[in-house]
């Protein structure tokens, strides 16, 4: 009984045998888009000067969350320049935000496809427990053997570890609409389109946030793991690190994560609840703007009353 033994491990050799050789012209194309994209990503954050960055990052932390999230972002990002991290922290930014695009790109549409069809859903959720139970650095083999050593198998493998949640979100949010609501706009003739992007999709939002918030969240975790393939950036020097049992390496590069990883959460939080001060302020403008127009349209009427 000790001799019996299911070759699963040599099917799956195979199958990847299989598909390398006759779909190497596929990945060759993946290889050459997803290095095109980390390439330019990664120029236009690494060319200019740290304090342009860190001063974009602070309009963005302004407009997301207000002035304390502004000092708190220039501290932390200032405090990654004084750690001499600053490149490899923009280079694991290009990464995120790469891989980042490419999941929440694939995501929500399969979110869409899963909350409209039922048998779409009864295939796509198996295929996403399976993906949210295997261990992450098994992810890193696939994409090690189709796109060799650099920064596409990690880009690669990041995205298929990282879109889960974005498919979920995405169906929930969507079957989460009041069905009263979606019956209305049918009533008023409304497409099935239509319905989609002016009722379900808008009521739908802060649940989709949410997932492109853990999207960005697992792409970042994903990346530092990635630098096992030759990714590089942050993730190189904590596997450096470990290498060397290296504590000053590993704190300074992990606490340069830590401060990525929180400004990405914040701005995409505030950004899925909507209130963020730049639509406070013009919520505030819309509120001011019937008062006004009111006493303009009053105002013609008192010599009308005089003359009476």
Do not use: C
Not at 10 to 30: G, K
Not at 192 to 211: D, E, K, N
Not at 260 to 286: E, M, N, Y
Request: glycine share 8%; proline share 6%; net charge neutral.
């Amino acid at each position: 009984m000790n001799e019996f033994r299911i070759p699963v491990g040599s099917w799956v050799e195979v199958l990847f045998d299989f598909v390398t050789e006759h779909f190497s012209f596929f990945f060759d194309f993946v290889r050459l888009a997803f290095a095109g994209a980390f390439e330019t990503v990664d120029y236009l954050l690494v060319s200019p000067p740290f304090y342009v960055i860190i001063g974009l990052a602070g309009l963005l932390a302004v407009a997301a969350r207000g002035w304390k999230f502004l000092a708190g972002t220039v501290v932390g990002l200032l405090l990654i320049v004084g750690m001499n991290q600053w490149e490899n922290a923009m280079d694991t930014l290009a990464l995120v935000l790469v891989a980042s695009v490419i999941a929440i790109a694939m995501s929500i549409p399969l979110g869409i496809l899963a909350a409209k069809s039922k048998a779409a859903s009864s295939v796509i959720r198996p295929v996403l427990d399976f993906l949210q139970t295997m261990p992450a650095f098994v992810f890193l083999i696939p994409a090690l053997l189709f796109f060799r050593v650099g920064e596409v198998p990690g880009i690669v493998a990041t995205i298929i570890f990282a879109m889960a949640p974005g498919v979920r979100l995405t169906e929930l949010g969507i079957r989460g609409v009041d069905p009263e609501i979606v019956e209305a706009g049918s009533a008023f003739g409304a497409s099935p389109g239509r319905i989609l992007r002016q009722i379900q999709l808008p009521l739908a939002l802060p649940t989709i946030m949410a997932g492109i918030n853990q999207v960005i969240m697992l792409s970042l975790s994903m990346v530092v793991i990635a630098g096992m393939v030759g990714a590089g950036a942050l993730g190189a020097e904590i596997m450096t690190s470990l290498s060397r049992i290296d504590i000053v390496l590993g704190s300074e590069a992990g606490l340069a994560v830590v401060i990525l990883a929180i400004f990405l959460d914040r701005v995409t939080a505030a950004l899925g609840t909507g209130k963020t001060p730049i639509s406070r302020f013009i919520a505030l403008r819309k509120s001011r703007a019937p008062a006004s127009a009111s006493v303009e349209t009053a105002a013609p009427v008192e010599p009308e009353l005089v003359r009476l």
